[in-house]
Every structure is written in structure tokens, then in C-alpha cells.
């Protein structure tokens, strides 16, 4: 199995534009979440989707943040619009349908909102 | 609700040294317990789980980690510390039937000649 593919593995943009991140979870796992992580603030949870409906969207920033699941084997994150604040390192994860299952990560995404 | 707690933002040690990396829970329900490991500019790896049974719970790397009920601890060791070891260490909980771990703040590993 490849693993839990993102892409792009960086991305620079200007303030206001939008971006979108891409994310291809392990087949067969059917729980997927996205996280951001920066220095100050650690590993934060944003959103993370069961059998491909979104369960828990509480940690999503604001309103410019969006997150779609549109089947199983595919995830986006969008920022629009972007800003500087905004840059981190974004990670998609995802786990089996076991509880005893843990969480295989992708690369990441390393944002940079210019 | 379901938490970890890693208390030491970092930890020293010299190769060849045993190493400890602190982590406590709190969960309703059963726990399972994770450690991760993140190097730089990469994404977290899975190190070791427990999930029942032995106490004692061996994975990647040499790493092991101790399952402790009574004081809901789950701290990860090692008998010899490497400078490769050096990284980033996250705890996570989950609680038996949620979906959803729950990661500590993670603890920077450092291992110096």
C-alpha cells in the first residue's frame, strides 16, 4: 500500500488567493481527518469525516476553512481566502474501521501564505 | 472525554543512556494507547500500541512502553538511547469505541553524543 498520500508536498501562495489540498487516504479505511500543525500552537485537529460524512468540524478555524470527502478515497482541504496566518504544515490521517486501529499519516502539506 | 497529558516539553539524554518519555491519560471507557514519532519535516509515525493483554508493549526501533492502570500512565522507554532517536513524541488516546485519538502536546527528544 502506498501509505496516505497528500498533495501538493509544499505550497506558496499570496494572501487572498485560494488553495486547496488534496488527500488520498489508505483503501479500505474509512475514518480520515485533517490536522494543521505549527510551532505555537502544536497539533490541532480540524476536521475528520466516518464512511465519508464529516462527524466533528469544531476545530476548523473560521469560515474560510472548508473540507470535503466526496467518496472514499478522496479528501480536500480549501482556504478561501488564504492568509498569512494560515501557513503551517497540514496533515491528513487516516484509520480502519477496528477501534484498536491507530492513525497512519500522510507527508503533509507545507502552506506558506505570502 | 478522553485526554493525554505529556508534561515535559523536552527531554536530554546521552547515547547510550536509558530514556523515558512521559505520558498520562484520562479516559471514561478502556483505553488505547498509542506512541507516535515525528522527524523533521516528516508526517507522525505509528511507534507502538497497547490495546489489552501484556502490560509490557514492544515496538519499532527498540522502543517499548509500560501500560500502568493504576497510575494511567504510558510511558515510553528505551534501554539505549541513539542520536538518531532524537525527535518528536506524541502520546494519543483513544477511548474503546470513539473514533477519534486524542494527541498530547508532544515531547522533543533530544540525544547528544
Known amino acids: 500500500d502506498a501509505g496516505v498520500i497528500q498533495s501538493p508536498r509544499h505550497e506558496v501562495t499570496e494572501m487572498g488567493q485560494e488553495v486547496t489540498l488534496r488527500c488520498k487516504p489508505i483503501?479500505?479505511?474509512?475514518?480520515l481527518f485533517w490536522y494543521r500543525q505549527t510551532m505555537m500552537r502544536g497539533l490541532e485537529l480540524l476536521i475528520y469525516?466516518?464512511?465519508?460524512?464529516?462527524?466533528?468540524d469544531s476545530g476548523m478555524p473560521e469560515d474560510r476553512f472548508s473540507a470535503k470527502m466526496p467518496n472514499a478515497s478522496f479528501s480536500t482541504l480549501k482556504i478561501q481566502p488564504s492568509e498569512p496566518r494560515d501557513s503551517a504544515v497540514y496533515f491528513c490521517?487516516?484509520?480502519?474501521?477496528?477501534?484498536?486501529?491507530?492513525?497512519?499519516f500522510g507527508s503533509g502539506t507545507r502552506l506558506t501564505v505570502v | 472525554a478522553q485526554s493525554v497529558a505529556q508534561p515535559e516539553d523536552q527531554v536530554n539524554v546521552a547515547e547510550g543512556n536509558p530514556l523515558t518519555v512521559k505520558c498520562t491519560y484520562s479516559?471514561?471507557?478502556?483505553?488505547?494507547l498509542f506512541w507516535y514519532v515525528q522527524y523533521p519535516n516528516r508526517g507522525l509515525q505509528f511507534l507502538l500500541k497497547?490495546?489489552?493483554?501484556?502490560?509490557l508493549v514492544k515496538g519499532s526501533y527498540g522502543f517499548e512502553a509500560e501500560f500502568n492502570k493504576s497510575q494511567t500512565s504510558f510511558h515510553l522507554k528505551k534501554p539505549s538511547a541513539l542520536v538518531s532517536d532524537s525527535a518528536l513524541y506524541f502520546c494519543a488516546v483513544r477511548d474503546g469505541g470513539a473514533s477519534k485519538l486524542t494527541f498530547g502536546t508532544g515531547t522533543r527528544l533530544q540525544v547528544t553524543l
Open positions: 483503501s479500505g479505511h474509512n475514518s
Open positions: 469525516f466516518n464512511n465519508n460524512v464529516p462527524i466533528d
Open positions: 479516559v471514561s471507557g478502556n483505553p488505547y
Open positions: 497497547y490495546i489489552t493483554g501484556d502490560n
Open positions: 490521517a487516516s484509520s480502519p474501521p477496528s477501534g484498536a486501529g491507530g492513525y497512519t
